[in-house]
């Protein structure tokens, strides 16, 4: 009897180690594949929505080097240079409106125009438009209000590039009169040297961008179910956009918050490509290095998109209890059919042996 | 009875048809002679030295309408005068191109000349009688132009102020606005740039320069079928002043009458000059540049 029970607990230990077995494997086959393929479609989802908003950034500060090398070779901007190097008043008032109306109508029509503003050679601001943000209105600065910014990197650096070129500023917040202006106004500096026709250098000019142009693309790629979180980052690590906006310009406002202190050791480790992803225990990371400056490669932001993984795989989890619901289904389905089946089997052995036994 | 009252009235009228007045240079230079003596009596009410200041003559092709154009720089010379004395400037007259002109003209500006000083005079309590003007035989443009040249000396001495490179200055630009004008009525694209300040340029460059200006002028004037006057005199090699600018300039100024009349500009006046302080012959050189190059863009009329 005992080892006919044993045989049946062989045959059942056998016949459960395969179904199950193949189960199991079958199982953890389509898991691993599931996470794969739900890993990977976090991955493509955050790489394509940082290329995507990395493109729209591009696309401002390339729209703004354009006008500004519009505007920098705009025949009344080169004349007005060229009769104040000559010193006739009246042509250089003469023009001075010309170019200041221009320059109005562009600042009107370019939502993402600041400030505008023509500087002499000597780093004195000698044209000025600047949007009101509140009015939405725009106006030409009084001479009282035009300020000296000669000691500007954004002067300083553009007076020495050729023509055509452009400088662009960190991204900071705007200033007038030498202090940060409250409410903090983040804007990027485009700067091109005003050179004439005679090759003459005649000044800079210089557009304020609103970075509100192109946070908003990063604002409305936060805007998601997904608990995917984009940031701008300076390569310094400050965080230039942030969901919560207290966090961001540390160095520039004296508090401690950035990427580095928020994401330890990640940040070299993106400094190390231009775009890229990286997976830690909690995230998915997506970063991509923008250039505003066309011809600097030393000057770049990175838009850095972060997935928790948690979030990643949230639908691995239905797959989850799918499988361990299936495989006590299969584990029970399998214990009743093995005890009949089996029993069947056992039952004429039993018989036989039984037969045996009396004789 | 009509046929005779229409016959009495064209006699009437042939009656009174006088031959039109024509003016010599003789006549120009007696009045001239009188501009100098209503000179001297404010020279001698200053106290200035009774002998006329000596200027050196020039044998050029002169025209009526270089004379004309001396005439206005003495105008100048007299509004100088006015703004040392504290009297209101004044704006000399100007007059439409003509293509040839008229002497009469000529002694027109004589007689505003003559008119100012007595106002002058009268203004600063100049007393005097200069007379009336001698008859005069023989006399060309030239002489008037060079007796005026004189005159104008004495007016400079006057003045005592140096006759700097502003006054110059005021000349280019009005040559500049005269460029202007005959490109848009050409319809032609400004893109013309100015040259590089040249900081270090001194009156004998200005000099340079208003001549290649003046060769750009007589090429136009060639396309437009016009005669060209000699003023190769006038080209000094030493001892160049900012006078000797603005003088060529106007004389320039002078020569570009012409060309715009042939081109139908024939109502366009020369702006009046404006005043300007402190212009270096680097402003005037480069000015000039910019007016050549402006010129340069005519190639066709």
């Given at each position: 009897m005992f080892k006919l029970v044993r045989l049946k607990a062989k045959f059942a230990m056998l016949f459960y180690a395969v179904s199950l077995g193949a189960m199991l494997i079958v199982g953890w086959y389509g898991y691993e594949n599931a996470k794969n393929a739900y890993m990977k479609a976090a991955l493509d989802l955050a790489k394509g929505y940082t290329s995507e908003v990395s493109v729209h950034i591009e696309d401002v500060l390339h729209l703004s080097h354009s006008d500004l090398n519009f505007i920098a070779n705009s025949y009344a901007v080169q004349r007005h240079a060229y009769w104040i190097d000559i010193g006739e008043e009246d042509k250089q008032r003469q023009y001075h409106q010309i170019v200041a109306d221009t320059l109005r109508g562009f600042v009107v029509s370019y939502a993402n125009d600041f400030k505008i503003r023509i500087?002499?050679?000597?780093?004195?601001?000698?044209?000025?438009?600047?949007?009101?943000?509140?009015?939405?209105?725009?106006?030409?600065?009084?001479?009282?209000?035009?300020?000296?910014?000669?000691?500007?990197?954004?002067?300083?650096?553009?007076?020495?590039?050729?023509?055509?070129?452009?400088?662009?500023?960190?991204?900071?917040?705007?200033?007038?009169?030498?202090?940060?202006?409250?409410?903090?106004?983040?804007?990027?500096?485009?700067?091109?040297?005003?050179?004439?026709?005679?090759?003459?250098?005649?000044?800079?000019?210089?557009?304020?961008?609103?970075?509100?142009?192109?946070?908003?693309?990063?604002?409305?790629?936060?805007?998601?179910?997904?608990?995917?979180?984009?940031?701008?980052?300076?390569?310094?690590?400050?965080?230039?956009?942030?969901?919560?906006?207290?966090?961001?310009?540390?160095?520039?406002?004296?508090?401690?918050?950035?990427?580095?202190?928020?994401?330890?050791?990640?940040?070299?480790?993106?400094?190390?490509?231009?775009?890229?992803?990286?997976?830690?225990?909690?995230?998915?990371?997506?970063?991509?290095?923008?250039?505003?400056?066309?011809?600097?490669?030393?000057?770049?932001?990175?838009?850095?998109?972060?997935?928790?993984?948690?979030?990643?795989?949230?639908?691995?989890?239905?797959?989850?209890?799918?499988?361990?619901?299936?495989?006590?289904?299969?584990?029970?389905?399998?214990?009743?059919?093995?005890?009949?089946?089996?029993?069947?089997?056992?039952?004429?052995?039993?018989?036989?042996?039984?037969?045996?036994?009396?004789? | 009875m009509p046929q005779l009252l229409l016959f009495a009235v064209l006699c009437l009228g042939f009656l009174n048809v006088q031959a039109e007045a024509t003016i010599t240079p003789s006549e120009v230079y007696g009045q001239v002679l009188l501009i100098e003596k209503e000179t001297e009596l404010v020279k001698h009410h200053f106290n200035y030295a009774k002998q006329p200041i000596a200027v050196a003559e020039v044998n050029?092709?002169?025209?009526?309408?270089?004379?004309?154009?001396?005439?206005?720089?003495?105008?100048?010379?007299?509004?100088?005068?006015?703004?040392?004395?504290?009297?209101?400037?004044?704006?000399?007259?100007?007059?439409?191109?003509?293509?040839?002109?008229?002497?009469?003209?000529?002694?027109?500006?004589?007689?505003?000349?003559?008119v100012e000083i007595r106002i002058i005079r009268m203004l600063l309590g100049i007393s005097g009688e200069a007379g009336a003007a001698l008859p005069v035989e023989g006399k060309v443009p030239l002489d008037v132009f060079n007796k005026l040249s004189q005159i104008e000396a004495e007016w400079d001495a006057l003045t005592g102020a140096d006759f700097d490179a502003s006054y110059a200055f005021g000349q280019a630009m009005r040559l500049n606005e005269e460029v202007d004008v005959i490109l848009r009525h050409l319809g032609l694209f400004d893109d013309a740039i100015p040259p590089e300040k040249n900081v270090t340029a001194i009156p004998a460059n200005s000099l340079t320069q208003i001549f290649l200006v003046l060769e750009q002028l007589q090429r136009l004037k060639k396309l437009a079928g016009l005669d060209i006057a000699d003023l190769s005199a006038f080209r000094k090699t030493e001892q160049i002043t900012a006078y000797d600018v603005f003088n060529m300039i106007c004389l320039t100024l002078a020569e570009l009458q012409p060309l715009k009349y042939q081109i139908g500009l024939r109502h366009v006046v020369t702006v009046p000059a404006n005043h300007y302080e402190n212009k270096t012959p680097a402003d005037v050189l480069q000015l000039l540049g910019y007016v050549t190059n402006k010129l340069v863009l005519i190639q066709h009329l």
């Amino acid at each position: 009897m005992f080892k006919l029970v044993r045989l049946k607990a062989k045959f059942a230990m056998l016949f459960y180690a395969v179904s199950l077995g193949a189960m199991l494997i079958v199982g953890w086959y389509g898991y691993e594949n599931a996470k794969n393929a739900y890993m990977k479609a976090a991955l493509d989802l955050a790489k394509g929505y940082t290329s995507e908003v990395s493109v729209h950034i591009e696309d401002v500060l390339h729209l703004s080097h354009s006008d500004l090398n519009f505007i920098a070779n705009s025949y009344a901007v080169q004349r007005h240079a060229y009769w104040i190097d000559i010193g006739e008043e009246d042509k250089q008032r003469q023009y001075h409106q010309i170019v200041a109306d221009t320059l109005r109508g562009f600042v009107v029509s370019y939502a993402n125009d600041f400030k505008i503003r023509i500087i002499d050679i000597d780093g004195r601001e000698h044209i000025k438009i600047r949007r009101n943000l509140e009015t939405n209105l725009t106006q030409i600065s009084s001479d009282n209000e035009l300020e000296d910014e000669s000691q500007r990197d954004f002067f300083s650096q553009t007076m020495l590039l050729p023509k055509g070129q452009v400088f662009v500023s960190s991204l900071d917040l705007n200033t007038e009169k030498g202090k940060i202006e409250t409410p903090h106004l983040p804007v990027v500096r485009l700067a091109t040297p005003l050179i004439g026709d005679n090759k003459v250098r005649y000044g800079v000019v210089v557009i304020n961008v609103l970075a509100e142009s192109f946070f908003k693309y990063i604002r409305d790629a936060n805007n998601n179910q997904q608990e995917r979180v984009f940031y701008l980052i300076a390569s310094n690590g400050d965080y230039l956009f942030h969901p919560d906006s207290e966090k961001t310009f540390g160095s520039l406002l004296g508090h401690r918050a950035n990427f580095e202190q928020d994401f330890p050791t990640l940040l070299s480790q993106i400094k190390q490509n231009k775009k890229g992803v990286i997976t830690d225990a909690n995230n998915i990371i997506s970063y991509q290095a923008i250039y505003p400056a066309l011809n600097n490669d030393e000057n770049y932001w990175v838009l850095v998109g972060v997935v928790p993984i948690s979030f990643a795989l949230k639908d691995l989890l239905s797959f989850e209890y799918a499988f361990v619901g299936l495989f006590l289904f299969v584990i029970v389905l399998v214990f009743f059919s093995s005890h009949y089946f089996l029993g069947n089997l056992m039952r004429p052995l039993e018989f036989v042996t039984r037969q045996l036994q009396s004789l | 009875m009509p046929q005779l009252l229409l016959f009495a009235v064209l006699c009437l009228g042939f009656l009174n048809v006088q031959a039109e007045a024509t003016i010599t240079p003789s006549e120009v230079y007696g009045q001239v002679l009188l501009i100098e003596k209503e000179t001297e009596l404010v020279k001698h009410h200053f106290n200035y030295a009774k002998q006329p200041i000596a200027v050196a003559e020039v044998n050029a092709n002169i025209m009526p309408r270089h004379v004309w154009q001396k005439c206005y720089m003495l105008q100048k010379k007299l509004v100088a005068f006015r703004r040392k004395h504290q009297l209101d400037a004044l704006t000399p007259v100007e007059i439409e191109p003509v293509k040839d002109m008229d002497p009469r003209y000529t002694w027109a500006q004589t007689q505003r000349i003559l008119v100012e000083i007595r106002i002058i005079r009268m203004l600063l309590g100049i007393s005097g009688e200069a007379g009336a003007a001698l008859p005069v035989e023989g006399k060309v443009p030239l002489d008037v132009f060079n007796k005026l040249s004189q005159i104008e000396a004495e007016w400079d001495a006057l003045t005592g102020a140096d006759f700097d490179a502003s006054y110059a200055f005021g000349q280019a630009m009005r040559l500049n606005e005269e460029v202007d004008v005959i490109l848009r009525h050409l319809g032609l694209f400004d893109d013309a740039i100015p040259p590089e300040k040249n900081v270090t340029a001194i009156p004998a460059n200005s000099l340079t320069q208003i001549f290649l200006v003046l060769e750009q002028l007589q090429r136009l004037k060639k396309l437009a079928g016009l005669d060209i006057a000699d003023l190769s005199a006038f080209r000094k090699t030493e001892q160049i002043t900012a006078y000797d600018v603005f003088n060529m300039i106007c004389l320039t100024l002078a020569e570009l009458q012409p060309l715009k009349y042939q081109i139908g500009l024939r109502h366009v006046v020369t702006v009046p000059a404006n005043h300007y302080e402190n212009k270096t012959p680097a402003d005037v050189l480069q000015l000039l540049g910019y007016v050549t190059n402006k010129l340069v863009l005519i190639q066709h009329l």
